[in-house]
Protein backbone atom coordinates (compact mmCIF):
# COMPACT_ATOMS: atom_id res chain seq x y z
CA UNK A 1 0.00 0.00 0.00
CA UNK A 2 1.06 3.17 -0.99
CA UNK A 3 2.11 5.73 2.04
CA UNK A 4 -0.08 8.63 0.82
CA UNK A 5 -3.24 6.49 0.82
CA UNK A 6 -2.62 5.92 4.56
CA UNK A 7 -2.01 9.55 4.95
CA UNK A 8 -4.87 11.14 3.10
CA UNK A 9 -7.60 8.40 2.69
CA UNK A 10 -10.66 8.95 0.93
CA UNK A 11 -13.49 11.17 2.13
CA UNK A 12 -16.73 9.52 2.11
CA UNK A 13 -20.28 11.03 1.91
CA UNK A 14 -22.16 11.18 5.58
CA UNK A 15 -25.36 9.87 5.73
CA UNK A 16 -28.38 11.21 7.93
CA UNK A 17 -30.41 8.14 8.46
CA UNK A 18 -32.61 9.51 11.17
CA UNK A 19 -33.36 10.48 14.18
CA UNK A 20 -35.34 10.07 17.84
CA UNK A 21 -35.89 12.69 20.62
CA UNK A 22 -38.32 12.90 23.56
CA UNK A 23 -40.73 15.81 23.82
CA UNK A 24 -39.40 18.53 25.19
CA UNK A 25 -40.62 19.44 28.31
CA UNK A 26 -40.30 22.71 30.59
CA UNK A 27 -37.99 22.53 33.77
CA UNK A 28 -39.55 20.60 37.31
CA UNK A 29 -42.67 19.53 35.25
CA UNK A 30 -42.68 16.08 33.91
CA UNK A 31 -39.30 15.20 33.63
CA UNK A 32 -38.53 16.77 36.97
CA UNK A 33 -37.31 13.51 38.39
CA UNK A 34 -35.54 12.11 35.08
CA UNK A 35 -31.25 12.27 34.68
CA UNK A 36 -29.72 13.04 31.94
CA UNK A 37 -28.83 9.14 31.23
CA UNK A 38 -32.63 8.14 31.22
CA UNK A 39 -33.45 10.93 28.86
CA UNK A 40 -30.10 9.94 26.44
CA UNK A 41 -30.86 6.11 26.97
CA UNK A 42 -35.02 6.61 25.47
CA UNK A 43 -33.85 8.16 22.38
CA UNK A 44 -31.20 5.58 22.07
CA UNK A 45 -33.66 3.31 22.19
CA UNK A 46 -35.76 4.61 20.22
CA UNK A 47 -33.22 4.84 17.55
CA UNK A 48 -32.44 0.56 18.59
CA UNK A 49 -36.25 0.15 17.68
CA UNK A 50 -36.58 2.55 14.58
CA UNK A 51 -33.42 1.33 12.97
CA UNK A 52 -32.95 -2.54 14.36
CA UNK A 53 -29.50 -1.45 15.79
CA UNK A 54 -29.56 -3.90 18.29
CA UNK A 55 -26.92 -6.33 16.89
CA UNK A 56 -23.29 -6.59 17.40
CA UNK A 57 -21.53 -3.95 15.76
CA UNK A 58 -24.03 -2.92 14.38
CA UNK A 59 -22.65 1.16 15.43
CA UNK A 60 -19.69 1.92 15.48
CA UNK A 61 -19.54 4.44 18.34
CA UNK A 62 -21.71 7.06 20.65
CA UNK A 63 -20.98 10.07 21.03
CA UNK A 64 -23.26 12.61 23.39
CA UNK A 65 -22.86 15.23 26.07
CA UNK A 66 -24.85 17.77 28.58
CA UNK A 67 -23.87 20.61 29.59
CA UNK A 68 -25.58 20.72 32.87
CA UNK A 69 -23.65 16.97 34.33
CA UNK A 70 -23.53 15.45 37.61
CA UNK A 71 -20.03 14.27 38.69
CA UNK A 72 -21.97 10.68 38.19
CA UNK A 73 -22.52 11.89 34.61
CA UNK A 74 -18.48 12.06 34.00
CA UNK A 75 -18.81 9.02 31.54
CA UNK A 76 -22.41 9.94 30.40
CA UNK A 77 -22.47 8.32 26.60
CA UNK A 78 -20.53 5.04 27.27
CA UNK A 79 -23.27 4.74 31.01
CA UNK A 80 -26.06 5.06 27.72
CA UNK A 81 -24.86 2.67 26.12
CA UNK A 82 -24.47 0.02 28.72
CA UNK A 83 -28.60 1.10 30.36
CA UNK A 84 -29.63 0.84 26.56
CA UNK A 85 -30.34 -1.51 24.15
CA UNK A 86 -27.24 -1.04 22.42
CA UNK A 87 -24.41 -3.76 21.73
CA UNK A 88 -22.84 -3.43 25.25
CA UNK A 89 -19.54 -3.26 23.39
CA UNK A 90 -20.41 -0.10 21.63
CA UNK A 91 -17.35 2.48 22.56
CA UNK A 92 -18.69 6.16 23.72
CA UNK A 93 -17.48 9.50 24.71
CA UNK A 94 -18.86 12.53 25.89
CA UNK A 95 -18.15 15.82 24.08
CA UNK A 96 -19.40 19.81 25.23
CA UNK A 97 -19.57 22.99 23.65
CA UNK A 98 -22.85 24.16 25.44
CA UNK A 99 -25.66 24.70 23.03
CA UNK A 100 -23.56 23.43 20.02
CA UNK A 101 -22.98 20.23 22.26
CA UNK A 102 -25.60 18.24 19.70
CA UNK A 103 -24.42 19.48 16.79
CA UNK A 104 -20.71 19.04 17.40
CA UNK A 105 -21.20 15.38 18.61
CA UNK A 106 -22.77 14.91 14.97
CA UNK A 107 -20.03 16.22 13.66
CA UNK A 108 -17.52 14.53 15.62
CA UNK A 109 -19.28 11.30 14.39
CA UNK A 110 -19.14 12.17 10.79
CA UNK A 111 -15.89 12.88 10.70
CA UNK A 112 -15.04 9.27 11.50
CA UNK A 113 -17.14 8.28 9.16
CA UNK A 114 -15.94 10.26 6.50
CA UNK A 115 -12.52 9.09 7.03
CA UNK A 116 -13.63 5.42 7.10
CA UNK A 117 -12.84 5.21 10.67
CA UNK A 118 -16.56 3.74 11.15
CA UNK A 119 -19.54 2.61 9.41
CA UNK A 120 -22.09 4.11 11.51
CA UNK A 121 -21.91 5.95 14.56
CA UNK A 122 -25.14 7.78 17.29
CA UNK A 123 -24.45 11.25 18.12
CA UNK A 124 -26.69 13.96 20.26
CA UNK A 125 -27.46 15.12 23.76
CA UNK A 126 -29.17 15.88 26.87
CA UNK A 127 -29.84 18.33 28.98
CA UNK A 128 -32.29 18.52 32.01
CA UNK A 129 -32.52 22.37 34.02
CA UNK A 130 -34.75 20.05 36.66
CA UNK A 131 -32.26 17.91 37.76
CA UNK A 132 -29.05 20.80 37.56
CA UNK A 133 -26.39 19.62 40.05
CA UNK A 134 -26.06 21.63 43.35
CA UNK A 135 -22.19 22.84 44.20
CA UNK A 136 -20.54 22.36 47.39
CA UNK A 137 -20.01 26.31 48.88
CA UNK A 138 -16.60 26.57 47.89
CA UNK A 139 -15.56 27.64 51.45
CA UNK A 140 -17.14 24.73 52.75
CA UNK A 141 -15.09 22.48 50.11
CA UNK A 142 -11.80 23.97 50.95
CA UNK A 143 -12.90 23.23 54.74
CA UNK A 144 -13.96 19.70 54.00
CA UNK A 145 -10.32 18.93 52.34
CA UNK A 146 -8.42 20.65 55.17
CA UNK A 147 -10.40 17.90 57.64
CA UNK A 148 -9.97 14.57 54.13
CA UNK A 149 -5.67 16.03 54.60
CA UNK A 150 -5.58 15.93 58.43
CA UNK A 151 -3.15 13.40 60.17
CA UNK A 152 -5.43 12.72 63.23
CA UNK A 153 -9.07 12.59 64.79
CA UNK A 154 -8.30 16.03 66.80
CA UNK A 155 -6.71 17.69 63.53
CA UNK A 156 -10.48 16.69 61.61
CA UNK A 157 -12.31 17.96 64.39
CA UNK A 158 -10.66 21.01 64.26
CA UNK A 159 -10.69 21.68 60.55
CA UNK A 160 -14.49 20.75 60.90
CA UNK A 161 -15.26 23.12 63.68
CA UNK A 162 -14.28 26.24 61.12
CA UNK A 163 -18.22 25.43 59.39
CA UNK A 164 -20.28 28.19 59.46
CA UNK A 165 -24.04 28.24 58.75
CA UNK A 166 -23.60 30.37 55.63
CA UNK A 167 -21.18 27.74 54.14
CA UNK A 168 -23.78 25.26 54.15
CA UNK A 169 -26.29 26.83 51.31
CA UNK A 170 -25.22 25.36 47.99
CA UNK A 171 -24.35 27.01 44.84
CA UNK A 172 -26.98 26.77 42.74
CA UNK A 173 -25.74 26.87 38.81
CA UNK A 174 -26.60 30.22 37.22
CA UNK A 175 -27.24 30.93 33.08
CA UNK A 176 -24.55 33.79 33.24
CA UNK A 177 -21.15 33.82 31.76
CA UNK A 178 -18.22 33.35 33.80
CA UNK A 179 -16.30 36.54 32.57
CA UNK A 180 -19.35 38.79 32.49
CA UNK A 181 -21.85 37.91 35.37
CA UNK A 182 -24.30 38.89 32.81
CA UNK A 183 -27.06 35.94 32.34
CA UNK A 184 -27.98 34.84 28.03
CA UNK A 185 -30.82 36.75 28.27
CA UNK A 186 -28.72 40.23 29.11
CA UNK A 187 -26.53 39.37 26.84
CA UNK A 188 -29.01 39.14 23.81
CA UNK A 189 -30.52 42.28 25.14
CA UNK A 190 -27.31 44.27 24.72
CA UNK A 191 -27.47 43.06 20.92
CA UNK A 192 -31.25 43.26 20.61
CA UNK A 193 -30.54 47.01 21.35
CA UNK A 194 -26.90 47.02 18.90
CA UNK A 195 -29.11 46.31 16.49
CA UNK A 196 -32.37 47.74 17.01
CA UNK A 197 -34.60 44.35 17.10
CA UNK A 198 -37.99 45.41 17.58
CA UNK A 199 -40.66 43.79 20.50
CA UNK A 200 -43.11 43.28 17.30
CA UNK A 201 -40.64 41.94 15.10
CA UNK A 202 -39.65 39.39 18.10
CA UNK A 203 -43.06 38.56 18.85
CA UNK A 204 -43.95 37.86 15.23
CA UNK A 205 -41.22 35.56 15.25
CA UNK A 206 -41.71 33.83 18.48
CA UNK A 207 -45.71 33.41 17.24
CA UNK A 208 -44.57 32.12 13.65
CA UNK A 209 -42.21 29.41 15.47
CA UNK A 210 -45.00 28.27 17.56
CA UNK A 211 -48.11 27.69 14.37
CA UNK A 212 -45.49 25.87 12.51
CA UNK A 213 -44.70 23.56 14.95
CA UNK A 214 -47.84 22.52 15.94
CA UNK A 215 -48.52 22.30 12.14
CA UNK A 216 -45.85 20.42 11.86
CA UNK A 217 -47.37 18.33 14.51
CA UNK A 218 -50.92 18.12 13.39
CA UNK A 219 -49.60 16.61 9.83
CA UNK A 220 -48.06 14.06 11.44
CA UNK A 221 -44.21 15.27 10.34
CA UNK A 222 -42.85 14.25 13.93
CA UNK A 223 -44.26 10.67 13.72
CA UNK A 224 -40.85 9.33 12.85
CA UNK A 225 -39.13 11.55 14.82
CA UNK A 226 -40.15 11.96 18.38
CA UNK A 227 -41.08 8.80 21.29
CA UNK A 228 -42.85 9.43 24.06
CA UNK A 229 -41.67 9.62 27.06
CA UNK A 230 -42.98 9.84 30.55
CA UNK A 231 -46.72 10.83 29.64
CA UNK A 232 -45.67 13.39 26.87
CA UNK A 233 -46.30 12.88 23.28
CA UNK A 234 -45.39 16.35 21.85
CA UNK A 235 -43.48 19.07 23.39
CA UNK A 236 -44.88 20.39 26.93
CA UNK A 237 -43.83 24.53 25.57
CA UNK A 238 -45.87 24.25 22.37
CA UNK A 239 -48.85 26.91 22.40
CA UNK A 240 -50.79 26.23 19.02
CA UNK A 241 -52.83 29.34 19.40
CA UNK A 242 -49.76 31.87 20.20
CA UNK A 243 -50.05 34.84 18.29
CA UNK A 244 -48.07 38.33 17.97
CA UNK A 245 -50.64 40.18 19.92
CA UNK A 246 -51.00 37.50 22.49
CA UNK A 247 -47.37 37.38 23.20
CA UNK A 248 -47.08 41.63 23.36
CA UNK A 249 -49.48 41.39 26.68
CA UNK A 250 -46.57 39.87 28.46
CA UNK A 251 -43.90 42.05 30.36
CA UNK A 252 -40.04 42.35 29.58
CA UNK A 253 -37.67 40.31 31.58
CA UNK A 254 -34.54 41.02 30.10
CA UNK A 255 -32.60 44.70 29.53
CA UNK A 256 -34.70 46.35 32.20
CA UNK A 257 -31.63 48.24 32.94
CA UNK A 258 -32.64 50.07 29.97
CA UNK A 259 -35.29 52.00 28.99
CA UNK A 260 -37.67 50.68 26.08
CA UNK A 261 -36.70 46.90 26.93
CA UNK A 262 -37.81 43.85 24.34
CA UNK A 263 -37.39 40.40 25.44
CA UNK A 264 -40.12 38.32 27.50
CA UNK A 265 -40.62 35.20 28.18
CA UNK A 266 -42.86 34.67 25.43
CA UNK A 267 -39.89 35.47 22.88
CA UNK A 268 -37.29 33.54 24.96
CA UNK A 269 -36.80 29.98 25.42
CA UNK A 270 -37.85 28.56 28.92
CA UNK A 271 -35.82 26.45 30.23
CA UNK A 272 -36.27 22.56 29.35
CA UNK A 273 -35.72 19.05 29.85
CA UNK A 274 -35.30 16.92 27.00
CA UNK A 275 -32.85 14.59 24.65
CA UNK A 276 -32.34 13.55 21.18
CA UNK A 277 -30.00 11.88 18.49
CA UNK A 278 -29.01 11.35 15.44
CA UNK A 279 -27.57 8.11 13.53
CA UNK A 280 -25.00 8.43 10.87
CA UNK A 281 -23.37 6.24 8.26
CA UNK A 282 -21.78 5.76 5.12
CA UNK A 283 -23.84 4.99 2.20
CA UNK A 284 -22.18 1.43 2.27
CA UNK A 285 -23.70 0.78 5.34
CA UNK A 286 -27.17 2.14 5.07
CA UNK A 287 -27.35 0.15 1.48
CA UNK A 288 -26.38 -3.11 3.12
CA UNK A 289 -29.48 -2.60 5.68
CA UNK A 290 -31.71 -1.51 3.12
CA UNK A 291 -31.81 2.18 4.85
CA UNK A 292 -32.56 5.19 2.53
CA UNK A 293 -30.31 8.54 3.34
CA UNK A 294 -32.60 11.46 4.65
CA UNK A 295 -29.75 13.82 3.73
CA UNK A 296 -25.73 14.18 3.29
CA UNK A 297 -23.61 15.98 6.15
CA UNK A 298 -21.52 18.18 3.35
CA UNK A 299 -19.82 20.88 5.09
CA UNK A 300 -19.96 22.80 8.80
CA UNK A 301 -17.79 25.97 9.94
CA UNK A 302 -17.01 27.30 13.70
CA UNK A 303 -16.61 30.31 15.00
CA UNK A 304 -15.95 32.76 18.09
CA UNK A 305 -16.29 36.11 19.23
CA UNK A 306 -14.56 38.33 22.02
CA UNK A 307 -18.18 38.94 24.17
CA UNK A 308 -15.60 40.60 26.95
CA UNK A 309 -13.35 42.91 25.31
CA UNK A 310 -14.92 43.19 21.30
CA UNK A 311 -17.12 45.15 19.95
CA UNK A 312 -20.24 43.91 22.05
CA UNK A 313 -22.12 47.26 22.28
CA UNK A 314 -22.16 47.72 18.29
CA UNK A 315 -23.29 44.11 18.22
CA UNK A 316 -20.16 42.41 16.18
CA UNK A 317 -19.35 40.19 19.11
CA UNK A 318 -22.72 39.97 20.72
CA UNK A 319 -22.57 36.91 22.91
CA UNK A 320 -24.82 34.44 20.66
CA UNK A 321 -23.65 36.21 16.93
CA UNK A 322 -20.42 33.87 16.30
CA UNK A 323 -22.92 32.08 13.46
CA UNK A 324 -23.30 35.29 11.60
CA UNK A 325 -19.02 35.18 11.15
CA UNK A 326 -19.22 31.07 10.43
CA UNK A 327 -22.37 31.19 8.03
CA UNK A 328 -20.33 33.75 5.44
CA UNK A 329 -17.16 31.60 5.58
CA UNK A 330 -18.84 28.48 5.27
CA UNK A 331 -20.75 29.82 2.34
CA UNK A 332 -17.43 31.27 0.81
CA UNK A 333 -16.18 27.68 1.12
CA UNK A 334 -18.73 25.86 -0.38
CA UNK A 335 -19.22 28.05 -3.38
CA UNK A 336 -23.04 29.22 -2.02
CA UNK A 337 -25.77 31.70 -1.63
CA UNK A 338 -29.18 31.34 0.63
CA UNK A 339 -30.91 31.32 -2.59
CA UNK A 340 -29.15 27.44 -2.96
CA UNK A 341 -31.16 26.60 -0.13
CA UNK A 342 -34.17 25.37 0.48
CA UNK A 343 -34.69 25.02 4.11
CA UNK A 344 -32.71 27.75 6.74
CA UNK A 345 -32.53 26.55 9.94
CA UNK A 346 -31.27 29.10 12.82
CA UNK A 347 -31.77 27.89 16.53
CA UNK A 348 -34.00 30.17 18.18
CA UNK A 349 -31.96 30.90 21.88
CA UNK A 350 -33.48 34.40 21.88
CA UNK A 351 -36.48 35.65 19.06
CA UNK A 352 -33.79 39.10 19.18
CA UNK A 353 -30.78 36.89 18.42
CA UNK A 354 -32.36 35.12 15.19
CA UNK A 355 -33.31 39.00 14.23
CA UNK A 356 -29.87 39.95 14.72
CA UNK A 357 -28.17 37.60 13.37
CA UNK A 358 -29.93 37.86 9.70
CA UNK A 359 -29.54 41.48 10.05
CA UNK A 360 -25.63 40.96 10.60
CA UNK A 361 -25.56 38.90 7.32
CA UNK A 362 -27.26 41.11 4.94
CA UNK A 363 -24.66 43.98 6.47
CA UNK A 364 -22.15 41.48 5.52
CA UNK A 365 -23.61 41.22 2.27
CA UNK A 366 -25.72 38.12 1.54
CA UNK A 367 -28.83 38.17 0.31
CA UNK A 368 -32.00 38.11 2.62
CA UNK A 369 -33.30 34.94 4.13
CA UNK A 370 -36.90 34.20 2.53
CA UNK A 371 -38.65 33.56 5.63
CA UNK A 372 -41.01 30.65 4.15
CA UNK A 373 -37.72 29.14 4.15
CA UNK A 374 -36.45 29.80 7.57
CA UNK A 375 -37.49 26.91 10.65
CA UNK A 376 -40.34 25.91 8.99
CA UNK A 377 -41.45 23.33 11.63
CA UNK A 378 -40.85 25.70 14.29
CA UNK A 379 -37.31 26.09 16.24
CA UNK A 380 -36.28 26.43 19.72
CA UNK A 381 -38.92 28.80 20.86
CA UNK A 382 -41.83 26.87 20.61
CA UNK A 383 -39.97 23.42 20.96
CA UNK A 384 -37.85 24.58 24.42
CA UNK A 385 -33.54 24.39 24.33
CA UNK A 386 -32.98 21.41 26.70
CA UNK A 387 -29.21 22.72 25.80
CA UNK A 388 -27.09 20.01 24.12
CA UNK A 389 -30.57 18.03 22.74
CA UNK A 390 -31.19 21.01 20.20
CA UNK A 391 -28.17 20.30 17.68
CA UNK A 392 -29.51 16.72 16.92
CA UNK A 393 -33.43 18.20 17.14
CA UNK A 394 -32.27 20.22 14.30
CA UNK A 395 -30.37 17.97 12.20
CA UNK A 396 -32.70 15.52 12.25
CA UNK A 397 -35.88 18.13 11.44
CA UNK A 398 -33.90 19.56 8.48
CA UNK A 399 -32.69 15.95 7.30
CA UNK A 400 -36.37 15.01 6.87
CA UNK A 401 -37.78 17.99 5.74
CA UNK A 402 -34.86 17.83 2.69
CA UNK A 403 -36.58 14.07 2.11
CA UNK A 404 -40.05 15.03 2.66
CA UNK A 405 -39.71 17.65 -0.15
CA UNK A 406 -38.05 15.30 -2.39
CA UNK A 407 -35.24 15.45 -4.90
CA UNK A 408 -32.47 17.68 -4.56
CA UNK A 409 -32.36 20.52 -2.26
CA UNK A 410 -30.23 22.05 0.90
CA UNK A 411 -30.31 22.92 4.39
CA UNK A 412 -28.24 25.33 6.42
CA UNK A 413 -28.09 25.32 10.25
CA UNK A 414 -26.84 27.91 12.30
CA UNK A 415 -26.48 27.17 16.65
CA UNK A 416 -25.16 29.30 18.82
CA UNK A 417 -23.90 29.02 21.92
CA UNK A 418 -22.64 29.84 25.43
CA UNK A 419 -19.28 31.24 25.72
CA UNK A 420 -19.20 33.40 22.38
CA UNK A 421 -18.76 30.41 19.94
CA UNK A 422 -21.33 29.26 16.99
CA UNK A 423 -21.76 25.92 15.44
CA UNK A 424 -22.90 25.41 11.59
CA UNK A 425 -23.73 23.14 9.00
CA UNK A 426 -25.11 21.83 5.53
CA UNK A 427 -27.03 19.26 4.61
CA UNK A 428 -27.94 18.25 0.94
CA UNK A 429 -29.86 15.47 -0.78
CA UNK A 430 -28.79 15.00 -4.08
Known sequence: MEMSSLLAPAVRRVAIIGGTRVPFARSDGPYATASNQ???????DGLVERYELGDPGAVGELVAGAVLKHSRDFNLARETVLGSKLDARTPAYDIQQACGTGLQAVIAAANKIALGQ??????????????????VNDELRRILLRARRAKSLGGRVKALTRVR??????????????????????????????????????????????????????????????????GLDRDQNLRPGSTAEKLAALKPVFGLDRPGPTMTAGNSTPLTDGAAVVLLASEEWAARRGLEPLAYLTAYETAAVDHVHGDVAGGADGLLMAPAHAVPRMLAHAGLTFSDFEFVEIHEAF???????????EKQGLEPVDRTRLNVTGSSLATGHPFAATGARIVATLAKSLAERGGSGRGLISVCAAGGQGVTAILERR
Open 165 to 230: PSHLVPDIPRNAEPRTGLSMGEHAAVTARAWNISREAQDELAATSHQRLAAAYERGFFQDLVVPFR
Open 38 to 44: DMLTAVV
Open 351 to 361: ASQVLATLAAW
Open 118 to 135: TEAAVAGGADTASDAPLG
